[in-house]
């Protein structure tokens, strides 16, 4: 066996490591100096860009927010689903978040929290300010997927059904609450997972023969080419696709939002375009290995068919 | 920085490099790091399902029910909830299984939760799968509103056609595949199934690299700068 492999192609001996050392060369650099590059135009992000500007907001209307994702997936759906909020709020639509997922409980308080300290940062002085109660809920973990889901659209009480916020304060007390009583108080999902059937369950169970609202769905690339089914079946109206999807949304929330003098920049943009620079410089050392893979399998074979013995 | 916060990000920068020594090889460092991770999975799990559930929507109403607790400024809770005690003890039937002589007892839950799974399945299939269905069904020429032929929608329209007919065609097993017809559609649709899977796998990979790129970039802004502060103010780290 061991005399067998030393007969092997250079190439088919590299230890593994070296491959892992590479890559987090190559993703690393452009996270110490800084290196950003524009994120390319995704088509879907402007997508659910427009979607998100035509949600209904007003008196009586919440937006529930789904983050069903953890530390596992947060790298994307994090940025994903902060644009969403980041958003929202800016259009000073009221949401709510919930979660089927246990570990992303955390999230569901520091999120939304954050990205409102940010804003009142950022709007200081202009007498702008956002804060919980009167722009959003958390109504916290809910345990149960599709029992808790299918209780949530059939609900005729909202306030009954959830009785209380995350943090333990009546539901009938929180003002962005106060006329939401069923799921036609609520003009769409953002539902934003990793998880593998968590979309389906909201799909499926989050609506009423009488109203149905606006999906809108965050995904990870792993899971991107399942949920472009949900797209073009027109089940979904938009998708954000992977950090890439978030990072083309950040652009076009900053030109709409920010540039035109509303506010400073947020500084986060330039982290998500450092970061999907170090993905594009990671692809290209991911491409390369393959094409060097495939080349060493393949020159013995060359070698053997010109006559050339073995190689080593 | 505040003191928690910096020992936080320490301690979690010290986890990560933990799980990521796995690649240089299996170690005692990686394997108490991922014990940690799944044992604190599950007791906050426990936790909070027992504080945002079991106790609000559970327990707390029986109670109030009973009137053995005082119910809180604007709820009101009837007699009628000490009746959560059946589908709670329900709940416990599920442990019978652990009995040998009881565990014909666990069967009448298991026997509920089935039903209810296949009540509910039935229900998700048909709002699911139905609409892709539905759309499934495309003209193969479409025209564009002004009268001319719009070739990208129709060529796509094709490509959906074709992909689901070949693909579907390598799934029945009904009859002969060896009808020349049959067998060029099923080597297409195992070929349209290749490409599918490389797909899959392109968006897999590019999913685990934003994976590393968070941890990459907490551990080199967030990470370095508390636990190597030196690293930090001699303008390394980065953040």
């Known amino acids: 066996m061991g005399e067998a492999r030393e007969k092997e192609f250079w190439l088919l001996r590299v230890d593994r490591r070296w491959v892992y050392l590479a890559v987090a060369i190559a993703l690393a650099g452009p996270l110490i100096f800084r290196w950003a590059m524009p994120p390319a135009k995704i088509g879907t992000a402007e997508q659910f860009f427009e979607v998100a500007e035509k949600i209904e907001g007003g008196d009586g209307k919440l937006v529930l927010i789904a983050m069903d994702w953890g530390p596992g997936t947060q790298a994307e759906n994090k940025p994903q689903t902060e644009m969403l909020i980041r958003h929202l709020m800016h259009r000073r639509v009221k949401f709510g978040v919930i979660s089927c997922y246990v570990l992303a409980e955390p999230f569901l308080l520091n999120l939304p929290k954050n990205v409102a300290a940010d804003l009142n940062e950022q709007y200081e002085g202009t007498g702008k300010t956002w804060e919980y109660g009167r722009d959003w809920v958390n109504l916290g973990y809910r345990p149960g997927w599709t029992i808790m889901v299918q209780g949530l659209a059939k609900s005729e009480d909202l306030h009954d059904y959830f009785k209380t916020d995350a943090n333990g304060t009546d539901i009938g007390e929180i003002e962005c609450m106060k006329n939401v009583k069923t799921i036609k108080d609520m003009p769409a999902l953002g539902e934003f997972t990793g998880l593998v059937g968590a979309v389906q369950v909201w799909l499926q169970f989050f609506n009423r023969q009488e109203h149905r609202p606006t999906y809108l769905h965050g995904c990870t690339s792993i899971s991107i080419p399942e949920a472009f089914i949900y797209l073009d079946s027109e089940q979904i109206a938009a998708l954000q696709e992977g950090v890439a999807g978030a990072a083309y949304y950040g652009q076009l929330m900053t030109e709409k939002y920010v540039e035109k003098g509303l506010g400073k920049e947020p500084e986060k943009a330039s982290s998500a375009a450092v970061a999907m620079t170090s993905l594009s410089v990671a692809h290209f050392v991911i491409i390369f290995f393959i094409a060097i893979g495939n080349f060493g399998v393949l020159w013995p074979r060359i070698r053997r068919r010109l006559g050339g013995g073995t190689a080593s | ?239």
């Open chain 2, 1 to 239: 920085m505040d003191g928690w916060l910096r020992a936080e990000i320490i301690a979690g920068g010290i986890a990560t490099i933990a799980i990521y020594s796995f690649l240089w090889k299996e170690n005692p460092f990686y394997r108490f790091f991922e014990h940690l991770f799944i044992g604190m999975g599950v007791g906050i799990g426990i936790v909070v399902t027992v504080r945002n559930f079991m106790w609000p929507k559970g327990i707390k109403p029986i109670l109030c029910g009973a009137g053995l607790m005082e119910p809180g400024p604007r709820e009101s809770y009837g007699a009628a909830y000490v009746l959560y005690l059946i589908p709670l003890m329900m709940g416990f039937l599920y442990y019978a299984i652990y009995s040998k002589r009881y565990r014909w007892m666990a069967r009448i839950v298991i026997g509920f939760s089935l039903g209810m799974g296949g009540g509910l399945a039935f229900k998700g299939f048909f709002s699911e799968y139905l609409p892709q269905i539905i759309k499934s069904f495309k003209p193969l020429v479409v025209w564009q509103a002004g009268g001319g032929l719009d070739w990208m929608e129709s060529f796509n329209n094709v490509v959906l056609f074709f992909t689901l007919t070949c693909v579907m065609s390598y799934f029945f097993f009904s009859f002969d595949h060896e009808l020349p017809v049959i067998k060029q559609a099923s080597a297409s649709g195992r070929w349209l199934m290749m490409v599918s899977f490389g797909a899959f796998f392109g968006a897999t990979v590019m999913a685990r690299m934003a994976l590393l790129v968070e941890r990459l970039q907490f551990l080199i802004e967030d990470w370095a700068p508390a636990a190597l502060p030196w690293l930090a103010h001699s303008g390394g780290g980065g953040g």
